[in-house]
């Protein structure tokens, strides 16, 4: 099941719903009301009468082209950054060590934007280092903590999609700094729930920028997989349903590459997922603010 959040052009009121034949078909009215957003769904542990209550013929639909796409869990708790957690080869700097311990980060509210969303490029200097990252996120439905890395997977609701927006000269200082730069990551097109997916190892995520092929891996190829991260970080916090798990980016970001190629005004990115989908941004120049999350 495919499950998006997202608003009506012209409109600021949040909906979510099943997305079917190129539709979002919405809650019926009561639901809606008792469980507002798709966190409310997902912390409730009801995830799966959502297809129910989508029905083709008694729900509000909307063709997915004549909405704006959020982010899938827009008001996520915690949106959780795995780094480094794929072998890097960086063609100037020589291949980068592979850590003893998972490396963590985290993303602020307002700097992720959803599928076809402007990415914002930062201002001044900023704007030199400005790279992408494509990324494999799992959804958090069952809250815990202390998990075991053998039960880590029953916590899984699902899976979607993230561009981890990164300005390497600001991470360089502070690689908190670096990640949060407004609007500058994304996060879509939707959610597509656990049941959907017979091998999660075997997920495929590819890059490209426009149209070119620029970061292409399985998630068999990570250093850490995904059941030891939520085990890892359930160690350290107790992880929340709507906590969002982002699993690290391949190798192939901008800064990897020789010459480097950072993102420049009027790119497209596209990031593609086995199984969900593809996450589609291009980026503008904050001389048209207009056109930042704009319909």
């Known amino acids: 099941m495919k499950i998006s959040s997202f608003i009506e052009r012209g409109s600021n009121q949040i909906k979510y719903g099943v997305v079917r034949h190129g539709r979002i078909f919405t809650p019926v009215k009561y639901f809606a009301k008792k469980y507002p957003t798709v966190r409310d769904v997902i912390e409730a542990r009801i995830i799966d009468e959502l297809d129910n209550v989508c029905k083709e013929f008694e729900s509000d639909s909307y063709r997915i082209n004549d909405v704006s796409l959020l982010p899938p869990i827009p008001n996520a708790r915690r949106v959780i950054c795995v780094g480094m957690n794929y072998k890097k080869e960086y063609p100037v700097d020589a291949p980068a060590p592979i850590p003893d311990n998972i490396v963590l980060f985290s993303k602020l ?66 690689i908190h700094a670096g990640k949060n730069f407004a609007n500058s990551g994304s996060c879509g097109p939707w959610m597509v729930t656990r049941n959907e997916f017979e091998d999660i190892n075997s997920m495929h995520i590819q890059t490209r920028l426009n149209g070119i092929t620029v970061q292409d891996a399985t998630a068999n190829e990570m250093l850490f997989p995904i059941h030891e991260l939520i085990a890892y970080i359930s160690n350290a916090i107790d992880l929340k349903p709507g906590d969002l798990i982002s699993t690290g980016s391949p190798d192939g970001s901008g800064g990897s590459r020789n010459p480097k190629q950072f993102l420049q005004v009027g790119d497209q990115l596209e990031i593609e997922v086995s199984g969900i989908g593809m996450l589609r941004n291009k980026v503008c120049s904050l001389e048209y603010p207009n056109l930042i999350n704009s319909g």
């Not at 599928?115 to 201002?123: A, G, T």
């Not at 799992?138 to 979607?160: D, P, Q």
């Open 109 to 174: 509210e307002g700097t992720l934007v959803g599928h076809d969303r402007y990415l914002e490029m930062p201002p001044g200097e900023a704007a030199k280092t400005y790279d992408y990252e494509g990324e494999i996120v799992c959804v958090i439905g069952k809250a815990g903590r202390f998990i075991k890395a053998e039960n880590a997977l029953e916590h899984i609701e699902g899976f979607t999609i993230l561009n981890d927006g990164s300005v390497r000269g600001w991470q360089k200082q502070s």
